[in-house]
């Protein structure tokens, strides 16, 4: 069990941890395919919390390695972009929209994608393992998916249109590569 513990294995503790992220990423894809928007949040949330985990666990146990960034930043895009934007797709565009309208939200949404994959290449190229900065330059993804999911939610709850979940992804997805400063937890 020692490979637990080493930061040169792709299996060490911390990447076991992001290994879980992915999984709950996939299923929660696989979940917004039946029309089961509640379980994919839940495994959505069971991805975050891993991906909070993997870093301390990480940093603890001086864990930190070229792979283990990678790595993470794979399980970012799937947990916090595809997911949340699939879901919205999914759940709001999808029963909303029709027509123009509809290539609209998915040209919105692919924007927000493309701005979420920028964000993650632009930060691995720039950030070193183990390193962690006081703050953010730009939304960081899993806030970005926790801002989405708040957006799901006051559609969800009727509090606002399509056209207004449309607007916020825009915006958000625009923040993710903004020059915007947030503290790092």
């Known amino acids: ?24 990423g996939l299923l929660a894809t696989y979940f917004i395919t039946q029309n089961n928007f509640f379980i994919a949040i ?6 975050g919390a891993f ?14 390695n070229e792979f283990g960034v990678q790595l993470d930043s794979f399980a970012d895009f799937l947990s916090f972009v595809l997911v949340p934007v699939f879901l ?12 123009t309208l509809l290539i609209f939200s998915a040209v919105v949404s692919i924007f927000y994608v ?3 994959l920028r964000r993650l290449i632009h930060f691995n190229l720039h950030t070193d393992a183990g390193s962690v900065d006081k703050y953010f330059t730009g ?12 957006v799901y939610l006051a559609n969800t709850y009727e509090f606002l249109p399509a056209f207004g979940v449309l607007g916020f992804m825009i915006a958000i997805g625009w923040s993710l590569n903004s ?6 937890p």
């Open 139 to 150: 939304v960081p993804t899993p806030l970005g998916a926790i801002l989405l999911w708040l």
């Open 114 to 116: 493309i701005s979420g």
């Open 1 to 24: 069990m020692k490979f637990l513990y080493t930061p040169s294995s792709h299996f060490n503790l911390a990447n076991l941890f992001t290994f879980v992220n992915i999984t709950a």
């Open 88 to 99: 919205i797709f999914q759940a709001v565009y999808n029963n909303s929209f029709e027509g």
């Open 179 to 184: 020059t915007l400063k947030v503290r790092h």
């Open 42 to 47: 839940v495994l959505a949330w069971i991805g």
């Open 51 to 64: 991906d909070i985990f993997d870093g301390k666990i990480a940093r603890k146990y001086n864990l930190s």
